[in-house]
């Protein structure tokens, strides 16, 4: 009973489970990772295209817009939404303020009249 080779065996065969373990946690870690990615890779690729031009709205339904911007314009708010090009001239010929950092006006060629 108190043979130190067979105790040592003992403690060697319980270190390979413990490592066995560890190694089967650690394959599960990286295939759920991995399935994170293709997630993520899957969502990208089906994310629709950033819009050409944003007109952000008021604080309410009755508010007219306050503001049109370029797509992805970092001072976009929350309640911004895409628009088409036509759309973007129309709201800047009715008098809303294009944005002073992404300058849609410019981009547009409009000219206040």
Not at 41 to 68: D, H, Y
Not at 73 to 91: E, F, N, P, T, V
Request: net charge neutral; glycine share 10%.
């Amino acid at each position: 009973m108190n043979d130190p080779a067979s105790s040592r065996l003992d403690m060697l065969r319980f270190l390979e489970r413990v490592q066995e373990g560890d190694l089967q946690r650690t394959r599960q870690w990286i295939a759920a990772e991995e399935r994170r990615e293709q997630e993520r890779q899957r969502g990208a690729e089906t994310r629709p295209p950033q819009p050409n031009w944003l007109i952000e709205m008021g604080l309410n339904r009755e508010s007219p817009p306050n503001m049109v911007h370029v797509g992805g314009c970092h001072m976009a708010g929350k309640r911004s939404r895409g628009i088409g090009r036509s759309d973007a001239l129309r709201w800047l010929a009715e008098g809303i303020p294009a944005c002073t950092h992404c300058r849609p006006d410019s981009e547009l060629g409009y000219l206040e009249g």
